[in-house]
């Protein structure tokens, strides 16, 4: 399970910029401080961010500044957005190696549907789930119920990912390291909020998952060639 924003596309700091100018034309914050809060907060859906960062400011307000921040998303960050490099790569394998894989993601589910349609990764996952299914908490929930003895794994790029993983039951957290101009989040730093596996890049990602699921696929009580063998969540 993927988050989309910061893991999968390189649209962070993109984001972040719309962000800050959202909440600063709204709320007042100067734009470079505005950012930095987004960011730190950043693995939740945005009118939670707000709620969190602008607790006493009228529902009202904040409903408002979310619907400019979503239209401004889609022509300002999602229409530049990108993979990163290693992405395609990555997927392709895992899919050869009958890896279930599912976009868990804040954003609004169609337009993550489109945006992985235009960016050419849709063709690789099984499901998209966005804020319309529900948080990532209920996304990885329902697919726990689901798949209720599989080791899910959940790849993200912030505490909330790190925390969400968790917060469920034999989820691994997963996490990819950013850097950009303005804001820096090390493998340490999501090692330290929980994640088992962290990197800036992803390109041992598949070496990482088989390693990790070796124990589970020997203590199996059927064993079948990989070929044969069952898709894993």
């Known amino acids: 399970m993927f988050d989309l924003d910061g893991t999968i596309l390189d649209d962070q700091g993109l984001i972040a910029d719309v962000a800050a100018s959202v909440m600063s034309q709204t709320f007042g914050t100067v734009e470079a401080e505005a950012r930095i809060h987004y960011l730190a907060t950043t693995g939740m859906p945005f009118e939670a961010q707000l709620a969190q960062l602008y607790p006493d400011a009228p529902a009202t307000l904040r409903a408002g500044a979310a619907r400019t921040f979503h239209q401004r998303k889609v022509t300002e960050a999602n229409a530049r957005a990108r993979p990163f490099p290693e992405v395609p790569r990555i997927l392709n394998t895992l899919h050869r190696e009958r890896w279930t894989l599912v976009i ?6 169609e337009m993550a549907d489109l945006l992985l349609e235009r960016v050419g990764l849709r063709y690789w996952f099984d499901e998209v789930l966005g804020s319309g299914d529900g948080t990532k908490r209920e996304h990885l929930a329902e697919y726990r119920r ?3 003895e599989a ?3 959940l790849v993200g790029d912030s505490r909330f990912d790190m925390e969400a993983a968790l917060s469920a039951p034999k989820v691994t957290p997963i996490g ?3 850097r950009f101009p303005g804001w820096s989040l090390t493998p340490a730093d999501l090692r330290r909020w929980g994640a088992v596996w962290a990197a800036y890049d992803l390109s041992e990602l598949p070496t990482t998952l088989a390693r990790m699921s070796v124990p589970s696929r020997r203590s199996s009580p059927r064993r079948r060639p990989p070929s044969a063998g069952r898709r894993r969540a």
């Open 146 to 148: 689901r798949f209720p």
């Open 104 to 109: 868990a993601t804040g954003s609004e589910t």
């Open 176 to 178: 990819r390291a950013s």
């Open 151 to 153: 080791r899910i794994f």
